[in-house]
Nanobody, 116 residues
Framework: QVQLVESGGGLVQPGGSLRLSCEAS????????MSWYRQAPGKERESVAL????????NYADSVKGRFTIFRDNAKSTVYLQMNSLKPEDTAVYYC?????????WGQGTQVTVSS
C-alpha cells in the first residue's frame, strides 16, 4: 500500500533553516508528481510546492518563493523540502502528498515551529 513518511521538522529560530524529507513506498515513485502542503492552527491546509515526476516542472506558493526549494531523489523514493529564511508564519504541520489512480495519499505530517 502507498505510504508516505515525513521527517525533519522541529523548532527553529526566525531566519533559520530546516530540510524536510518524505520517504515513499508502495508505488512507482518516479512516475508520480509529489507535493508538499502545510496546515497552520485554525487554518486550511495549503499547497506549498509541487515537483513533477522527473523534476522538470516545479511550482511554489507565492509565500515561499525564493526561500523554499523542493527536490527529489527518485533512486531513494524521497522528496525533500529545503526551507531557508524561515518566518514565524511558516509554523505549521507539513505534509507530503501523492495522487495515485485518482486517490490522494498523505503522510502523517511533521511539525515545524519557527519561534525565538
Amino acid at each position: 500500500q502507498v505510504q508516505l513518511v515525513e521527517s525533519g521538522g522541529g523548532l527553529v529560530q526566525p531566519g533559520g533553516s530546516l530540510r524536510l524529507s518524505c520517504e515513499a513506498s508502495g508505488f512507482t515513485f518516479s512516475r508520480y508528481h509529489m507535493s508538499w502542503y502545510r496546515q497552520a492552527p485554525g487554518k486550511e491546509r495549503e499547497s506549498v510546492a509541487l515537483i513533477s515526476n522527473v523534476g522538470g516542472s516545479i511550482n511554489y506558493a507565492d509565500s515561499v518563493k525564493g526561500r523554499f526549494t523542493i527536490f527529489r531523489d527518485n533512486a531513494k523514493s524521497t522528496v525533500y523540502l529545503q526551507m531557508n529564511s524561515l518566518k514565524p508564519e511558516d509554523t505549521a504541520v507539513y505534509y507530503c502528498k501523492v495522487t495515485v489512480f485518482r486517490t490522494n495519499y498523505w503522510g502523517q505530517g511533521t511539525q515545524v515551529t519557527v519561534s525565538s
